[in-house]
């Protein structure tokens, strides 16, 4: 039997993001310091929301925490919307509408390699939240013409030049993800960043 996450639920979060940049699932057991992150989100330049779900409602998802994250990308419908979501269970993703000019994987993949060896707790994902939604801002701050787009732009014609940096960069990532235990076996004392 397929399990897909209750339209109902997911409308429910899009509903209260439109509201609030941060939503907290009252059944997850993960509640990072709300004033904090609603701060941090308040500061950036394009829309940014947090979706903190209990581990349940991403495994219920079709395709997961991808598919979660879609999902809220869609129903906000908004092409500068920068989407991170966080499940009680230490997932994390995420997403863009596509219009933001922010590098919302790399962002997190960056915090994510920074706060690898900490706890997965409120504090930690407190901090993360924060530190995500200033990395962001200053994404979207950059200057079209600033050096990371340029360099962006050069080493997008290097590859095409060279042929096969495509592949060398995607491995270099998936071998910086695999740093960080994608998986849902667990142990009942791993509580860490997934």
Not at 48 to 77: F, K, R, S, W
Not at 157 to 172: E, H, K, S
């Amino acid at each position: 039997m397929l399990l897909v996450a209750a339209p109902a639920a997911v409308d429910d979060v899009v509903a209260s993001l439109r509201q609030d940049a941060l939503y907290v699932s009252s059944d997850s057991s993960l509640t990072p310091d709300g004033d904090a992150v609603r701060e941090a989100l308040a500061q950036t330049s394009v829309p940014t929301y947090v979706a903190v779900v209990p581990q349940e409602q991403v495994d219920a998802a079709e395709l997961g925490i991808d598919g979660l994250m879609l999902q809220i990308v869609d129903g906000l419908a908004d092409p500068k919307a920068v989407v991170y979501v966080v499940s009680d269970g230490g997932e994390l993703q995420a997403g863009e509408g596509g219009a933001s000019g922010v590098d919302a994987g790399g962002i997190l993949d960056r915090v994510l390699a920074e706060r690898i060896d900490e706890p997965f707790d409120a504090t930690s994902v407190t901090g993360a939240l924060v530190d995500i939604a200033r990395l962001v801002d200053a994404d979207a701050d950059a200057e079209p013409g600033s050096t990371r787009r340029t360099v962006g732009l050069v080493g997008l014609v290097a590859t095409v030049a060279i042929g096969g940096g495509g592949l060398l960069y995607t491995r270099a990532q998936r071998r910086l993800r695999a740093s960080a235990p994608l998986t849902d076996e667990r142990g009942p004392d791993d509580a860490g960043w997934h």
